[in-house]
């Protein structure tokens, strides 16, 4: 089965650093791969998506994603943070034939002012 | 579009009750999802539907959880009987096949 790992449980940064957080999966066919966002106490929104072709992603607020076949990762990149960016992220596989989606353990993201 | 919409939005109960949490999917997607979320354990899979039909009920913890789908627009996650370590957060999602899903806001369930 596929599964999902994502490195960093909590990361602390302050406003303007950059961010990288890590995913790998585990699945040997062709995969979707998605970034959600959920900000406190609100519900899962989608980040930005991987189906197919330029494996650099680019998605809303100012982040992207890059999708290394090779390593089987999907990392996340912001070139500097802010604020509001503070929330939990997910990464997110499901495989090009069904709609099996797993998601990461999430990593917590605090932003300090 | 209302979006994915689950109900009730809270729930407190007390252990050994039964609790229904119930969820419309968006018109016109043709797969649903039933997620749980908790510290501990992150956001996981329960069960998912394509068409109406349950495909992947591995995720389901125990026999006190059950999931179905009468029809496109309706689906409910039973508990029965509920117990304390059964609260957290549950999501439901849906999509058309292949494509990103939707969440709704989920429902916190307390169990006492």
């Not at chain 1, 995913?23 to 062709?30: D, F, K, L, Q």
């Not at chain 1, 406190?40 to 076949?69: M, N, R, T, W």
């Not at chain 1, 802010?82 to 917590?108: I, K, L």
């Not at chain 2, 229904?20 to 749980?36: A, D, E, M, Q, V």
């Amino acid at each position: 089965a596929q599964s999902v790992s994502q490195h960093n449980h909590h990361v602390i940064l302050s406003e303007a650093a950059s961010l990288e957080l890590g995913c790998n999966y585990s699945y040997g066919g062709t995969v979707n791969l998605f970034w959600y966002v959920q900000y406190p106490g609100q519900h899962l929104q989608l980040l930005l998506k991987y189906f197919s072709g330029d494996p650099l992603v680019k998605g809303i607020k100012g982040f992207e994603a890059e999708f290394i076949k090779s390593k089987f990762s999907f990392n996340l990149r912001k070139p500097s943070v802010q604020w509001s960016d503070t929330a939990e992220y997910f990464c997110a596989v499901n495989s090009y034939n069904n709609n099996d989606m797993r998601f990461g353990a999430g990593t917590r993201l605090t932003v300090k002012p | 579009d209302a979006g994915v919409i689950q109900s009730p939005r809270h729930e407190v109960t007390e252990m050994g009750q039964e609790v229904t949490l119930r969820c419309k999917p968006i018109s016109g997607h043709n797969s649903l999802f039933w997620y749980r979320q908790t510290m501990m354990r992150g956001l996981e899979l329960l069960i998912y539907f394509n068409n109406n039909v349950p495909i992947d009920d591995s995720g389901m913890p125990e026999d006190r959880f059950s999931a179905k789908m009468p029809n496109a627009s309706f689906s409910t996650l039973k508990i029965q009987p509920s117990e304390p370590r059964d609260s957290a957060v549950y999501f439901c999602a849906s999509s058309q096949t292949s494509l990103p899903l939707h969440f709704g806001n989920g429902t916190r369930l307390t169990v006492t």
